[in-house]
């Protein structure tokens, strides 16, 4: 399913093409990591933001070629370095929260968020100047098609494109599976099994 609404973000909803520069948030989250791939088979440059040097490593590792310490960066400032000056082409936004003001800020004039989660909150808070006088674009979505499938298959197939399971716990340790995410203690994706005691 991530993969799937990855590919929609980036592929269908961003536009990403090769030779962009996209700015995609929390780069060690099962989202994140996915959403790095999926720019990345498309053959865009890609910055991302962690909260520690660890995820840091594991966001290179899935291909992010900037990696942005939120505790310790400006993310906005290491955005505009990246792209002498202009901004991110595609910023995929996956907290939403007062985050959302900082993607509007590190993208280029007519470039385009896709506001694509809220693991940061549900409201947001920006100056709308900075959206309108640039000609920016915020486009939503939690979707996907059939044509995401069919490409999204075919960059796994061809290992482009590679699911990162951090770990597999049982079903009845549900609570334990929110409480490692809420935390942020998971590299990439947790998966639940069912079956398993």
Do not use: C
């Not at 968020?113 to 549900?122: I, L």
């Not at 100056?127 to 486009?139: E, P, V, W």
């Not at 049982?170 to 069912?194: W, Y």
């Amino acid at each position: 399913m991530i993969t799937l609404v990855a590919v929609h973000a980036v592929k269908g909803v961003g536009g990403v093409k090769a030779g962009d520069k996209v700015l995609i948030h929390a780069g060690a989250s099962g989202s994140g990591s996915m959403l790095i791939q999926v720019a990345k088979a498309l053959g865009a440059g890609v910055a991302t933001t962690v909260r520690d040097d660890a995820k840091g490593a594991f966001a290179k590792e899935t291909g992010a070629d900037l990696v942005i310490n939120t505790k310790t960066e400006d993310i906005v400032e290491r955005v505009k370095e990246w792209t002498a000056g202009q901004g991110a082409d595609v910023v995929i936004d996956n907290l939403g929260g007062d985050v959302l003001a900082k993607s509007i800020e590190a993208l280029k004039a007519q470039g385009t968020v896709v506001a694509y989660g809220f693991a940061a909150g549900p409201e947001v808070r920006f100056d709308i100047r900075s959206l309108l006088f640039a000609q920016k674009q915020i486009k939503g979505t939690m979707a996907s098609d059939v044509e995401d499938l069919e490409w999204g298959l075919g960059e796994v197939k061809a290992g482009k494109i590679k699911p990162v399971l951090d770990r597999a716990l049982p079903l009845s340790r549900a609570a334990e599976a929110h409480r490692l995410i809420a935390d942020s203690e998971i590299k990439g994706n947790i998966v639940l099994l069912p079956w398993a005691d």
